[in-house]
């Protein structure tokens, strides 16, 4: 478990200072998050407005708040570059030492697969792991594998309890990383039954990080106007 411990922080550390300093761009969450935090005005009847106030994901009620507070948007951008790049290589480099029970190799492949740039091209659809304005996508793929890794290195209840969370940093993704998760499970449910057991409350825990912000975000969102 010190192990985890060690490839989570020394691979975060290096992903944020990757993210922010040497790969930072604009960060469209953040665009949205001005609208939610009412620092951005459009007309009701705006398409743009309707779609930043009915879009739901998490990511624009925490950085809703800061944005109140007096921090920019630019300074946010840069924050929000550097978390791309920690949970980056945080889920590559835990995927890694599950497999391998090694941090320094761990670290190291996390490092080697973003500066190679192996992973930059998926079958049919591009996948960026970081210095992209494209928040929702970096942030949602990287918390589905980080769930996956948490859980093949024996951290049970911190990957359920993102497991639960990570419909509402995601819906898509996060409802696909649930169902990879259930159907692994299931291949070999009355072995994990006992062993995953203990996790159980902080899954449930985290579903209700996702419920609260949706009903949040429902409670919130102002209505559609007529004909639209």
Known sequence: MNGAIWVLL???MLGF??????FPDWQVAV???QVVAGLVAYPPENIFYIYHTK????????????????????TLSLI??????MLTFQALALFVY????????????AALIFF???ADHGTIYPLFLLGTQHTYGVIGLSTGVLVMALL?????RTGAFLLGVAPCIHPALGSWTGLAVGVAVLSDFRKLRAELRPALPWFLAGCGVTLVSLLIHCGLAPATPAGM
């Open 10 to 12: 020394l691979s975060g």
């Open 98 to 109: 599950a497999l391998s029970r090694d941090v320094l190799l761990a670290v190291g492949a």
């Open 116 to 118: 190679t740039r192996v």
């Open 152 to 156: 093949g290195a024996g951290w049970y």
């Open 31 to 33: 665009e949205t998050a």
């Open 17 to 22: 200072r990757v993210g922010m300093i040497g």
């Open 80 to 85: 929000v570059s550097g978390v791309q790049g």
């Open 55 to 74: 879009l739901w994901t998490a990511l624009h009620q925490v950085l809703a708040v800061p944005l109140r507070a007096g921090v920019s948007e630019i």
